[in-house]
């Protein structure tokens, strides 16, 4: 198996709380890949340290086989990151804040214009390429936020909580353009909560729960016995049997 992503003994303390604590990590390439777990979990922690955003406290991360923090520059350029809480500049148009990713990364200014045009055609901002992105809704920043880290054709896309906050179509026009993505052999990894979506999307999963990896593997297999991905889920991160409204005998009702 080809490794898209491999880590080796990532540690990330904040102060006394340890965010992530010594996980070992191979990421399949070609791939869709769910990094998932409960709030909290370490997953963003995580993605930032893959991705160059956060150096480690220990270990190291190498993607497509180069390391993240001895050769930066040439991991960035293979790769494809939308972060949670992606800030964009709002004061640019969608095709402008395009063109400038583009031209950033050193495409050449023609080829910008034309990935972007088709970009905008398929995640169904055509209409709406002209106007500020202050002016856009969530859905449309991520979609436009997807298309600035698509737009380079990188090797692996790294993708922090993707859905949320995103309406249902919108949803539909990425899930559609990460599919594609994935078909052509690249590879995407991205983190969520909501085991129902990594479930219908990902063929190969990590469950994260206080920093440390639970479980991981093909789909199928940390599912194994159970009725689903969420059950699997609740069982590995010791939630299954939780009695949330024991304490709670006065909710309901009405004000008393």
Known sequence: MTSAVSVRGLWKRFGQQ?????????????????????????????????????????????????DVWRDPVEVKARIGVLPEGLRLFERLSGRELLAYSGRLRGLPGAEVDKRATQLLDVLDLAGAQHKLVVDYSTGMRKKTGLAAALLHNPEVL???????????????????????????????????????????????????????????????????????????????????????????????????
Not at 20 to 26: M, P, R, T, Y
Not at 176 to 183: F, K, N, S, W
Request: net charge negative.
């Open 18 to 66: 340890v965010a992530v604590a010594g996980i070992d990590l191979e990421l399949p390439a070609g791939k869709f890949i769910g990094l998932v777990g409960p709030n909290g979990a370490g997953k963003t922690t995580t993605l930032s340290m893959v991705t160059g955003l956060l150096r480690p406290d220990q270990g190291s991360v190498e993607v497509v086989g180069r």
């Open 158 to 256: 790294f993708l922090d909580e993707p859905f949320e906050g995103v309406d249902p179509v919108s949803a539909q026009t990425i899930r559609g353009v990460l599919e594609r993505y994935t078909a052509s052999g690249a590879t995407v990894v991205f983190s969520s909560h909501v085991m129902e979506l990594v479930e219908s999307l990902c063929d190969w999963v990590a469950v994260m729960a206080a920093g440390r990896i639970r479980a991981h593997g093909p789909l199928a297999e940390v599912r194994g016995e159970a009725a689903s991905l969420q059950q699997a889920f609740l069982e590995l991160v010791g939630a299954n049997g939780r009695d949330a409204g024991s304490d709670l005998d006065w909710l309901g009702g009405g004000a008393r």
